[in-house]
C-alpha cells in the first residue's frame, strides 16, 4: 500500500521544484482561464461563421482596410479641426490617443504576446480580408485605434462622439467579422484604446464643461428687453470682421450701447457713458474679451451695479469659468433677473511712472510668465489652449532666467510665480480652469529655481506631469499677497503684458454680481475663508494697455 502513495519530497523547495508550489497553482488557474477564452472565441467565430450572405459584407471589408494606419480617423480628425472649439480639441486630443495607442499595441504587447490568427477556414471566402495580417493577433490594433479616438473625442466634445461611437463599434466588429481577429482580440484591444484616451488627461487636463460655483444674488434687476442696461462695446475685440452690435440690439432693443474708441481708456469711456446716461443705469454690460470684461467690472465694482457679461474676445477665460458661452444666454438671464457672486481682484503695483493699480478677474504672473504668455497666445489658434501652454513653458524653459523674490516675507528664486482669482484646478499641477468663482481667496503657484538641476527638472516634471510632487513646486491660497522683487521685472495681468515693477500686493477687492442663467452650477455651502467688503471703491484709478482684447 506504501507504493501507491506518490512520494512527497521532504524539503519546501523540492515540493515547489515538482510542481507543489503556488507559482504552480497560478499557472494552471492561467491556463484555465485562457481555455475558457479560446472556448468562447471559437464559439464567437462560429457564430459569425453561420451568418448568411449580406451585403455588409463588402461594407464591412471596404470599412476595416480604411481603417489600416488610423487612415479613417485622421481623415475624420482633419474634418474637426476645420472648426474652432471643442471639436478642434477633440480632433487633437484623438489623434494624440490614436499616435499613443498605436504605439502601445503594435510596438509593445503584440511583439510582447504572440498568437496565432483565425483559420481561414473558419469563415467563408466571401467574407474573410484578404490578405490577412501577418502580425501577432493580440490585441486588435483596429480595435484599439477606434476605441482611443472616440474617447478622446468624448472627452472634448460629447455630442461629436455620440456619431462616432457606432463608427468605431463597427470597425472593431469588423475585424471578427472579416476573420483576422479573436473577440477576445478586439476586446483587449478595446479597453487599451479607451485607456490611453482616458491616460490623456493626465497630461492635458479635458475642458470642463461643467460651470464654476458662485452664490446666488437674491435680488438682481429683471431687464425684460434691456432697458435700464448700458452696454460697453469692444469692436476690436475677437474676430475682427464681427461687429456684436446688431446682435445686441435685436436680443435687447432698449439697451444702450457704447463703443470703445482706438487708444482710449475703456474705464473713463464707460463711467461718462454712466454719468451723462439718464435715468441711471440699473446694470452694465461689455461685449468684449477679458480686457475689457475686467475695465468694466471695476466701474461695475465702484457703482454697486451688476454686470452682464456678453463674451464676443478670442479666448474668453472668464466666460468660460462663469458658464455664458453666447450673447442669448446671458440675455436670458438678464429678463430672468438670474445673477452669482464673483470676486475681482486688485493688483497695486510700482510702474516706471508711478504707483499704478490694475483689476483682474482671472490671472497674474511674474518672472518668465509674461514670456509663456505671449508665446502660448500666439500659438493657441494653431495647438489649443493646453498644448500652447505646455509648448510655450518648454520653450521659455531653455532660455528663462529665474527672479529673486520676497513672497509675503519668504524669500525665494523662483522661475515663474502664477497668480489666479480664485482657486484654479488642477491642484498641484499645472492650473487650467476654476471651479468656484467666489471663494475670496488667491491661487499663487510657483516654480523654485534654487534647486540642482531646477530648470531641467521642472521641465521632465511639467512632460511626466509630476510637478506637484517635486520639491521645485509650490502653491498658497490666501485672500492678499506681497512680492517684492530684487530688480524691475515684467508683470503680466489677465493674459496682457501692462508694466514692470518690484513690489505687487494683490488682493481680493470686492466681490460683484454677474448674470447668469441659474441651473448653471451647483449651489455650495459658503467658503470658510475670509471674505472681502462688498463693492470696495478703489483708491487709485486703474490703467489699461490700449487693447483690451
Do not use: C
Not at 38 to 53: E, K, S, Y
Not at 496 to 509: D, L, M, N, Q, S
Amino acid at each position: 500500500m506504501l507504493a501507491d502513495v506518490p512520494h512527497q519530497p521532504r524539503y519546501p523547495h523540492a515540493r515547489r521544484a515538482n510542481g507543489f508550489g503556488p507559482l504552480h497553482r497560478y499557472r494552471d488557474r492561467a491556463r484555465r482561464h485562457f481555455r475558457r477564452v479560446g472556448h468562447a472565441d471559437r464559439a464567437l467565430t462560429a457564430a459569425v461563421a453561420q451568418l448568411p450572405p449580406m451585403p455588409l459584407d463588402a461594407g464591412l471589408l471596404k470599412l476595416t482596410r480604411s481603417a489600416d494606419f488610423g487612415v479613417l480617423w485622421l481623415l475624420i480628425a482633419g474634418g474637426l479641426a476645420l472648426r474652432k472649439g471643442p471639436r478642434r480639441r477633440a480632433a487633437v486630443r484623438g489623434v494624440a490617443a490614436l499616435g499613443s495607442a498605436a504605439l502601445i499595441v503594435d510596438a509593445g504587447l503584440k511583439p510582447l504576446i504572440g498568437r496565432r490568427r483565425p483559420a481561414a477556414d473558419l469563415l467563408p471566402g466571401r467574407r474573410r480580408l484578404s490578405p490577412a495580417p501577418t502580425s501577432s493577433s493580440f490585441p486588435s490594433g483596429h480595435s484599439a485605434a477606434a476605441a482611443a479616438f472616440a474617447t478622446a473625442v468624448a472627452l472634448e466634445s460629447p455630442t461629436t462622439a455620440l456619431v462616432l461611437a457606432p463608427l468605431a463599434a463597427t470597425v472593431a466588429y469588423s475585424r471578427i467579422h472579416t476573420g483576422v481577429h479573436w473577440g477576445s482580440d478586439v476586446l483587449v484591444g478595446t479597453a487599451v484604446g479607451a485607456g490611453v484616451a482616458v491616460a490623456t488627461r493626465r497630461w492635458w487636463p479635458a475642458h470642463i464643461p461643467a460651470t464654476a460655483r458662485a452664490r446666488p444674488v437674491a435680488h438682481a434687476p429683471e431687464l425684460l428687453d434691456g432697458e435700464g442696461l448700458l452696454v460697453l462695446v469692444n469692436p476690436a475685440a475677437g474676430d475682427p470682421d464681427y461687429d456684436p452690435g446688431p446682435d445686441l440690439t435685436a436680443l435687447l432693443p432698449a439697451a444702450d450701447l457704447v463703443r470703445t474708441e482706438p487708444g482710449g481708456d475703456p474705464i473713463e469711456r464707460l463711467e461718462q457713458a454712466v454719468r451723462q446716461a439718464s435715468p441711471p443705469p440699473r446694470a452694465l454690460g461689455v461685449a468684449g474679451g477679458d480686457g475689457t470684461l475686467a475695465a468694466a467690472a471695476v466701474v461695475a465694482l465702484r457703482h454697486g451695479l451688476p454686470l452682464a457679461v456678453f463674451p464676443t474676445g478670442t479666448l474668453n477665460h472668464f466666460a468660460r469659468d462663469l458658464g455664458v458661452l453666447d450673447l442669448s444666454e446671458t440675455a436670458a438671464a438678464l429678463r430672468a433677473g438670474h445673477a452669482v457672486e464673483v470676486d475681482i481682484a486688485r493688483i497695486d503695483y510700482d510702474d516706471e511712472t508711478g504707483p499704478r493699480t490694475r483689476h483682474i478677474l482671472n490671472t497674474a504672473g511674474l518672472g518668465s510668465y509674461p514670456q509663456m504668455v505671449r508665446l502660448r497666445r500666439r500659438w493657441r489658434a494653431r495647438w489649443g489652449r493646453w498644448p500652447a501652454f505646455v509648448a510655450a513653458l518648454l520653450a521659455v524653459a531653455r532660455r528663462a532666467r529665474p527672479i529673486d523674490i520676497r513672497l509675503d516675507g519668504r524669500r525665494l528664486r523662483v522661475w515663474v510665480l502664477f497668480i489666479g482669482n480664485g482657486p484654479y484646478r488642477p491642484r498641484h499641477a499645472v492650473p487650467a480652469f476654476r471651479d468656484r468663482l467666489d471663494a475670496g481667496v488667491l491661487d499663487i503657484r510657483w516654480l523654485r529655481a534654487d534647486r540642482r538641476w531646477s530648470r531641467l527638472r521642472a521641465a521632465l516634471a511639467v512632460l511626466l506631469t509630476t510637478i506637484g510632487r517635486s520639491n521645485l513646486y509650490g502653491e498658497s491660497r490666501r485672500p492678499e499677497s506681497i512680492i517684492q522683487l530684487a530688480a524691475r521685472q515684467p508683470l503680466t495681468a489677465d493674459g496682457e503684458v501692462i508694466g514692470t515693477a518690484t513690489r505687487v500686493h494683490v488682493t481680493v477687492a470686492g466681490r460683484l454680481a454677474v448674470y447668469r442663467i441659474a441651473g448653471g452650477a451647483p449651489v455650495f455651502p459658503r467658503s470658510r475663508t475670509r471674505e472681502p467688503q462688498m463693492n470696495a471703491n478703489p483708491t487709485t484709478a486703474p490703467e489699461y494697455p490700449e487693447s483690451h482684447r
